[in-house]
Structures are given as structure tokens and as C-alpha cells.
């Protein structure tokens, strides 16, 4: 927990601290979103291998090299200074440096998950996760808000008074790197602690043609379960706005609000604060009656419609932490059915795997469509009634499928609570 809060701190205080140093490179709006774009795709190129690996090797090991890789991702952001670059060169560069955090947090993720299903019993995971999930919002927080504090002009002033930070960093943009960089050092060593399950899979495949054929199958397998194929649809589709609102809040709060970047870090930490909060409420969900919080991502869907009418910062702040609170506490239960039905159907590494690849791969396609949005100058207010309409509309398809799923099959609900792998396993 300690290792994947210090990981998570990080990550979120680098996507502040990389948007600012888009914008002292003088990048247009649409180039954020656009970075978070190739994080994710590393995602999604490497799904069909990070799950063996993390089924191959002790997870705290993998999650110790991981955190390694994205140690190097931020020292490379250093990179445009030392090779005198021009400016749209020094842009790709913070693009390449971005990705390459991207593969290690690819690596790191399914260990990160895969080792709860192995701590905890079937029963437990919803409760569980509650937990994980509320420790890694809560870093989420403080991440984010620390990514904004670290980018504010009186403190990177200091920072860069500092004689050892300005010996390796000369803007606002590379102390708060350069800090960031610390912390995911502090998590690889947390990492080494994490001691070894007694967890046994078979040995993995390291054939890349046949990884790839074999990941095709577990993404058919899990698609075409009645329970997974639900909970997948739903988490897949609230990893994808989430990224997105990310960018929608920042833009949203310096129109609405006329908030900077480190002050608007502070409402995506609000926001964040709301997960912490709904996920607390969904530990008392049981994992049988996961599906019945469905309903609930209509409604955020909606309430994320109430955003362009808000214009005062207490109002901002209240509406942002509904909205936290609603889809905390639809996705935990959705993401404990995902990993229970993964792991019964696969295993814990390349059941994380599928699930990171469809997030991913949804992340890729909506932090598409914003960054089209923004190229074509439509107005944040479109952007956002475009936004939450999709997501409770979709919503209400989801749960209409449920609905037909459980109609042709109606002890589907049966199925939760089953124990040990099925036939997916090479």
C-alpha cells in the first residue's frame, strides 16, 4: 500500500508538472491531452506481454523495475536543454519522455492489482479494494495538488534557489520533475519490501506471436463472459472520461473560474477527494450485489451536464466532489467483479492486462476526440454537454445489456463467488 501510494503521488504530480512544461515550451491547449494520449497507448501496445511478466516473476520485482523505467522517463525531460533542441523538437522530446513513464506504468499495473487477487479471498476483494482504490485516490490528491504547489512561482522560486536543484533543474517545470523523480525512488524501495505469495501460475510464454494470439484469446474470453463483459464495459468507459475530465477540468476552470494550472490542480484533487469518499461507501457493497450500482453512473453522467452552469468557486468545488463521490462508488464494485470474474477465468496478471489494454484503448480514443474538439476551437461548454450526455447514455446501454443478460440467464448472480481458475490458462 505504501509503495503503490508513494507511485501513484507521482504519476499524478507529473502530469501537472509535464503540462507545465508544455506550456514554457509555448505548446498549443491541444498538446496535453495529446501527451496523455501516448502514455496511454503504451498501454495498449504492450497489454499482451506486461501480464506474463507479472505473472512470470515475484510482482513486488516487477513493480521495483517498473518504477526504475519511470525514474528514467523523468530524467529524460531533462533532455532538451543538454541538446540544444528547437522548440517542436523539445516538445517531441516531452512526448517520448511522457511514454516512456507510460511503459513503465503499463509494467506496473498488472502486479500493482495482480497481487490483491492473490492476498484475498473472493469475498474480500470488493472491501479490499475499497481500500486500495481510497489509498490510491487519497494519493491521487495529494499528487495532483502537489503537482500544483511544486509549479507555483513562489515555490519553484525557492526550489530553483536551492544550489543542488539548480545544478540539474533551471525551470519551474524540471524542479517539480526533478522532485517527482525522489518520490518514485522512495517507491521502488518500498517495492523490494513487499514479500512474495504463494500464488503459482504456469509457465509464461515468451513467444511474442503466440503472447499476442494468446492475449486475443483471454480478451475474447473475457468479453464474452455475461458477468465480466458488464463490469468491463464500465470501468473501461470510467477510466475514459476520467482521463479526459482531467483536461476538461483544467480548461473548464480557467474559463469559469480565470484559475491557473497549480490552482486548478486543486480541483482535480477535490474531485478526487469525492472518489475517496464513494469508494468508502462501496466497501460495504457485497461483491454479489456489485451489479446494482449501475444506475449511479447514469447519474454522474447527468450532474456532469450542471457544469457549465457554474461559475462560483464554491459551487465548482461542490459540484466536483459529487461528482467524485458518484463514480467512486460505482467503479469499485465494478472493478472487484472484474478482477473476481479475471482471475476465475484467467489469472491475476493477464486478467489486469485485458482490463488495462480496453481502459487504455478507450483512453486513447476519447483523449482523441477532446484534443479534436479543442484543435476545432469548440467551447468547453459544447465540449462538456458532448461529454456527460455520452457517458449516461452509455450508461443507460449498459444497463439495458444487464438487464438481457441476466433475462437469458437467470442465475447469473450464482456465478459470483466462485473459486480457482478456468480453462483460459495455457
Known amino acids: 500500500m505504501a509503495a503503490q501510494a508513494l507511485s501513484s503521488l507521482a504519476d499524478n504530480a507529473l502530469l501537472i508538472a509535464a503540462i507545465a512544461l508544455i506550456a514554457d515550451l509555448h505548446g498549443p491547449d491541444w498538446m496535453a491531452p495529446l501527451m496523455k494520449w501516448w502514455f496511454a497507448l503504451a498501454y495498449v501496445l504492450l497489454a499482451a506481454f506486461v501480464g506474463a ?98 509549479i507555483r512561482p513562489d515555490v519553484s522560486h525557492a526550489l530553483l534557489s536551492h544550489p543542488w536543484i539548480y545544478r540539474l533543474a533551471h525551470t519551474r517545470a524540471e524542479a517539480a520533475i526533478l522532485l517527482i523523480a525522489v518520490v518514485y525512488f522512495l517507491a521502488a524501495i518500498c517495492n523490494l519490501l513487499i514479500p512474495r505469495t504463494t500464488a503459482w501460475y504456469p509457465r509464461q510464454q515468451s513467444n511474442p506471436l503466440k503472447l499476442i494470439r494468446a492475449f486475443a484469446s483471454y480478451v475474447r474470453i473475457l468479453w464474452h463472459d455475461k458477468l465480466g463483459q458488464i463490469s468491463l464495459a464500465v470501468t473501461t468507459l470510467f477510466w475514459g472520461a476520467g482521463a479526459t475530465l482531467q483536461f476538461i477540468v483544467i480548461e473548464w476552470a480557467a474559463q469559469h473560474l480565470n484559475y491557473r494550472l497549480d490552482q486548478a490542480s486543486i480541483l482535480m484533487g477535490v474531485a478526487a477527494l469525492g472518489t475517496v469518499i464513494g469508494a468508502m461507501c462501496a466497501g460495504k457493497v457485497p461483491l454479489r450485489r456489485a451489479l446494482s450500482v449501475l444506475p449511479v453512473g447514469v447519474v454522474m453522467g447527468v450532474v456532469i451536464l450542471l457544469m457549465p452552469f457554474i461559475y462560483l468557486k464554491w459551487a465548482a468545488y461542490a459540484l466536483l466532489l459529487v461528482i467524485g463521490a458518484l463514480s467512486g462508488f460505482f467503479v469499485v464494485p465494478m472493478n472487484a467483479l472484474l478482477q473476481h470474474r479475471g482471475h476465475v477465468l484467467l489469472s491475476a496478471g493477464h486478467s489486469i492486462a485485458v482490463q488495462n489494454f480496453n481502459e487504455q484503448l478507450n483512453i486513447l480514443a476519447m483523449l482523441a476526440v477532446y484534443s479534436l474538439m479543442l484543435w476545432l476551437h469548440l467551447s468547453i461548454n459544447a465540449i462538456i454537454v458532448f461529454f456527460g450526455a455520452m457517458v449516461a447514455a452509455l450508461m443507460l446501454v449498459f444497463m439495458r445489456w444487464n438487464r438481457l443478460n441476466h433475462r437469458a440467464n437467470p442465475n447469473l448472480n450464482s456465478q459470483i463467488g466462485l473459486h480457482g481458475h478456468g480453462q483460459a490458462l495455457p
Open 53 to 150: 511478466l507479472a505473472d512470470a516473476f515475484p510482482k513486488g520485482h516487477v513493480m521495483f523495475l517498473t518504477n526504475a523505467i519511470k525514474i528514467v522517463g523523468c530524467l529524460l525531460m531533462f533532455g532538451y536543454q543538454s541538446f540544444g533542441l528547437v522548440t517542436h523538437h523539445q516538445l517531441a522530446l516531452v512526448f517520448l519522455a511522457y511514454t516512456v513513464v507510460g511503459i513503465g506504468a503499463a509494467a506496473y499495473s498488472p502486479a500493482k492489482y495482480g497481487i490483491v487477487t492473490e492476498m484475498l479471498e473472493p469475498n474480500l476483494l470488493v472491501k479490499g479494494n475499497s481500500w486500495i482504490e481510497g489509498l490510491t485516490v487519497v494519493s491521487i490528491i495529494i499528487g495532483t495538488v502537489a503537482g500544483g504547489v511544486l
